[in-house]
């Protein structure tokens, strides 16, 4: 009789804080829309049957059986799948991690391929739909025990290192666009030109900056430019039109439209409101004039 004992020390390892999004099993028919969109998480997807593309960054990488892939937060993507080999695919997504590689510091998307260890993946897949579908007590715990077994076992395949991702830095930067546009509202500013100065996709920023805002980063600067008009049209004679031009709308007929939007009132009425002694004033010297 043999008898072989494998001592097992005690881990240090922490727990990944990640979260566990969702799980689905997608599978190409007439109704796939392959529109190019990004996530503000990780996701993986592994390919278990057909044939098709992975587009990212005008990019087009071919996929096939068992080839895992992994989408960093932020990375505009889609698939195609062939007609003849129509592509079916679990795809999980992951909240709190971003993959990062020594090779490569601006990683956006990784392929794999787990044929000769398909087995193995496709165990802890199953048993992870098998969970989430059937929601028995535990089921959480268990899913997210399952999730990081998948983690480490794709770690040791690929040289991955798993880089915490903050909720802190967007908040940075969300701070930073509301500064950048109160500073620099006059100058010609768009979604792709914010976008552009923190680094990240502009649809990630729209979403986020009105998740935390209420609007969206141009309503917020349309809005930041209608204060400045405001204390422009209470305070000077400037005309509206050289009020539109100094507050930095791209007509006065945006200007105009943008403001009665937003205050209900015309430039022009706003401006008899806010300033009746000074119109009073004008009217008593136009009849002298007029004498």
């Keep these: 009789m043999s008898n072989d004992i494998y001592e097992v020390p005690q881990s240090h390892r922490d727990h990944f804080p990640v979260k566990l999004l969702y799980v689905t099993k997608s599978k190409y028919d007439k109704d796939w829309h392959s529109i190019t969109h990004t996530h503000h998480f990780t996701e993986i997807l592994y390919i278990l049957k057909g044939k098709g593309t992975f587009i990212f960054s005008n990019k087009e990488v071919h996929v096939t059986e068992h080839d895992l892939i992994v989408v960093n937060p932020h990375v505009e993507h889609t698939e195609k799948s062939t007609t003849d080999l129509p592509l079916e695919y679990i795809a999980l997504g992951i909240q709190g991690l971003a993959f990062t590689s020594p090779d490569d510091s601006n990683l956006q998307v990784t392929f794999c391929n787990y044929k000769q260890e398909q087995e193995s993946y496709l165990f802890y897949l199953h048993q992870l739909i098998e969970e989430v579908e059937k929601q028995h007590e535990g089921y959480e715990l268990i899913a997210h025990n399952i999730l990081e077994i998948l983690l480490l076992k794709i770690m040791r395949k690929k040289a991955f290192t798993l880089e915490e991702t903050s909720t802190q830095i967007m908040n940075k930067n969300l701070v930073f666009i509301k500064n950048y546009i109160k500073q620099h509202f006059r100058e010609a500013i768009n979604l792709d030109t914010l976008a552009e100065i923190i680094h990240i996709n502009k649809y990630y920023l729209a979403h986020s900056f009105k998740k935390s805002v209420g609007i969206s980063p141009i309503e917020y600067l349309i809005q930041t430019r209608i204060r400045e008009s405001k204390i422009l049209l209470e305070t000077t004679n400037y005309s509206i039109s050289d009020i539109s031009t100094i507050t930095g709308f791209s007509s006065q007929s945006f200007f105009s439209q ?34």
């Excluded at 937003?262 to 004039?289: C, D, E, G, H, M």
């Design 258 to 291: 943008s403001f009665k939007r937003v205050t209900k009132l015309s430039p022009s009425q706003y401006r008899k409101i806010k300033s009746p002694k000074k119109n009073s004033s004008n009217a008593i010297q136009s009849l002298i004039k007029k004498k």
